[in-house]
C-alpha cells in the first residue's frame, strides 16, 4: 500500500528556519527515517513538498486512485486554506495532520486548523518524531483497510 507524505510552506527550511522551534533536523533527513520505516513495513512511499497552496491541492487530488493514505503538514496552510480542507475532503483517504510543533503552546493564530476536522488524526509536538509516529498510524490504518478488504473479498 502507498503512503504520500506532503509538505507545505516553509518546511524545505527545517534546519535552518527558527531552530528554536523546529530544530536543527532537515526535511530530507526526516523523510530518509520515514522511508525506513516505509521498507520495515512493506509500504510505498513518495514525497512531495512544495511553498504553493494550488500545487497541494493537485498534489491531494492525485492521490484519488494512486495511493492508499496521506500525511500531511501543511504549516501555515494548516490555519487559513479551505481549498486544501475540500481537497481532502474531495478524496476520501485517511489523512493525518502532523505538526512538529505544539501549535496550541504558540500564537492564538495557530490555534485553529481548517484541516483536522476532514483528517483521521492529528499529530503535533514530538519535533520530527511527530512523523515518525504518523507513520506507526498509518500503517495501523492501512492495516485495518487491508483486513476489512480482505474479509469482504471472502464473503463475497
Ligand atoms: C507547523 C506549525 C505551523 O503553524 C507553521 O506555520 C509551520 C510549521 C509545524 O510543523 O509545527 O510552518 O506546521
Given at each position: 500500500m502507498k503512503v504520500v507524505v506532503i509538505q507545505g510552506p516553509n518546511l524545505n527550511m527545517l534546519g535552518v528556519r527558527e531552530q528554536q522551534i523546529?530544530?536543527?533536523?532537515k526535511l530530507e533527513d526526516i523523510h530518509r527515517q520515514m522511508r525506513l520505516f516505509a521498507d520495515e513495513n512493506k509500504l510505498e512511499i513518495e514525497f512531495f513538498q512544495s511553498n504553493l497552496e494550488g500545487e497541494i491541492v493537485d498534489r491531494i487530488q492525485e492521490?484519488?486512485?494512486?495511493?492508499?493514505g496521506i500525511i500531511l503538514?501543511?504549516?501555515?496552510?494548516?490555519?487559513?486554506?479551505i481549498a486544501i480542507r475540500d481537497a481532502i475532503a474531495a478524496v476520501q483517504l485517511p489523512v493525518i495532520e502532523v505538526h512538529?510543533?505544539?501549535?496550541?503552546?504558540?500564537?492564538?493564530?495557530?490555534?485553529?486548523?481548517?484541516?483536522a476536522p476532514v483528517c483521521a488524526g492529528v499529530i503535533m509536538?514530538?519535533?520530527?518524531?511527530s512523523y515518525h509516529l504518523a507513520m506507526v498510524a498509518m500503517a495501523q490504518i492501512l492495516n485495518n483497510i487491508k483486513m476489512l478488504k480482505e474479509q469482504q473479498a471472502q464473503q463475497g
Open positions: 523546529y530544530g536543527p533536523m492521490c484519488l486512485g494512486d495511493a492508499d503538514n501543511a504549516a501555515a496552510y494548516t490555519h487559513t486554506s512538529l510543533s505544539n501549535v496550541y503552546q504558540r500564537e492564538e493564530f495557530r490555534q485553529k486548523s481548517l484541516i509536538g514530538f519535533g520530527p518524531f
